[in-house]
């Protein structure tokens, strides 16, 4: 039983080792061109998001990048946000009102879709009211890569830091996610993107007949569209600090909760391959953990035990590290091996849940 455990640990902990190892040298290999300034149109949806609004509108509106507009969708406000737009819009900020819903598409994906039909340059660029870009340059950054075979560019978009152990789980999670999503995009197979941070041609989304084919999902907006669409030659990466936009987390478990189900829902519709991609990571994760205790507790040797799990303990922190500098911001290092643990424990339990969830809401 404990030589079939250790071979368990060893073969779960090798296999993690070989993603991380394949995440990490594509990150730290990303070398960033030199950027030019292209036509874009900024998109905005948001549900009564106003006090969100008038922070993040002066915010884009002083963005240095030489030729943009900015499309604020206002999808069914009760806040006020009507009566601010109809002021504020101009020949560079354009205002859409979305008064109804449909039942045959999902509610936030037929207020993007009009927002798109309203923007009038090629490059469009998506982000959230609740963030904030990181720097004047971010329109530049996120879309100055584009060229004929470009159609999309995955960004990152971090929450902004706070105190506690919610706020330092979100900040994990987050990287995690990002590191996973923008090193598989670097090695060939992008499968998802966030909304909060990403741009894509105007005429690829008409192209693919927008959310056509996932219209009436809750959620999908932005990583089943990549998941769908995005591949080796049309896909690229924006990271370094002035490529982010900061995004307020969650305060509650309960809020977080519900928020991870609905992303991670989206899931079960991804191509079969990087299904089978992810569950093997998150397979060999819960395979190491589980066949690492039950060593803990039946061998009399505990330098094995002990010698795997500072190996991954010291990987994982040196991963977390130089990733999350060469995306632009700082991790608190010394408590990745805790929130290590911690989400493993979370994914496998809210990860199920979300498999077997059939009924997810963006907002009401």
Same mark, same amino acid.
């Given at each position: 039983m404990e030589y079939l455990l250790l071979i368990a640990v060893s073969v779960s902990l090798g296999t993690l080792s070989i993603y991380w190892m394949i995440l990490l040298l594509k990150i730290l290999r990303h070398k960033s061109l030199p950027k030019k300034h292209v036509p874009v149109s900024v998109i905005v949806c948001a549900h009564n998001e106003l006090g969100n609004l008038k922070k993040l509108i002066p915010a884009l509106l002083d963005q240095k990048h030489s030729e943009f507009e900015l499309v604020i969708v206002d999808d069914?406000?009760?806040?006020?946000?009507?009566?601010?737009?109809l002021e504020k819009q101009s020949d560079q900020l354009k205002f859409v009102h979305v008064d109804q819903v449909h039942d045959h598409i999902n509610a936030k994906k037929f207020a993007l879709t009009l927002g798109i039909k309203a923007a009038q340059h090629e490059i469009l660029l998506f982000t959230d009211a609740d963030c904030i870009p990181s720097s004047a340059d971010w329109i530049t950054e996120m879309t100055g890569n584009f060229d004929k075979n470009t159609e999309y560019t995955l960004g990152v978009s971090p929450y902004n830091n706070d105190s506690g152990l919610l706020n330092h789980f979100i900040q994990f999670e987050t990287h995690w996610t990002a590191m996973n999503y923008i090193g598989f995009a670097l090695a060939g197979n992008p499968y998802m993107g966030v909304g909060?941070?990403? &741009?894509?041609?105007?005429?690829? /989304?008409?192209?693919?007949?927008? /959310?056509?084919?996932?219209?009436?999902?809750?959620?999908?907006?932005?990583?089943?569209?990549?998941?769908?669409? &995005?591949?080796?030659?049309?896909?690229?990466? &924006?990271?370094? &600090?002035?490529?982010?936009?900061?995004?307020?987390p969650k305060k509650t478990w309960s809020e977080f909760n519900r928020q991870k189900i609905r992303h991670w829902s989206v899931g079960r519709h991804y191509k079969w391959m990087d299904k089978f991609i992810l569950g093997l990571q998150n397979f060999s994760n819960l395979v190491f953990w589980l066949a690492l205790i039950i060593l803990a507790m039946q061998t009399n040797n505990f330098l094995i035990p002990t010698g795997m799990l500072v190996f991954r303990m010291v990987f994982i922190t040196i991963l977390v590290e130089l990733t999350s500098k060469k995306f632009g911001y700082r991790m608190n290092i010394w408590l990745v091996p805790m929130m290590d643990i911690l989400y493993a424990g979370y994914a496998s339990i809210f990860g199920v849940i979300a498999l077997l969830t059939k009924k997810v809401r963006w907002k009401k």
């Open positions: 069914r406000s009760e806040d006020g946000t009507y009566d601010y737009m909060r941070n990403l &741009a894509y041609k105007k005429s690829s /989304f008409l192209k693919h007949k927008g /959310f056509s084919k996932i219209q009436h999902i809750t959620g999908g907006d932005d990583d089943l569209l990549v998941n769908e669409h &995005a591949n080796k030659k049309n896909t690229k990466v &924006a990271i370094g &600090a002035g490529s982010l936009v900061y995004s307020i």
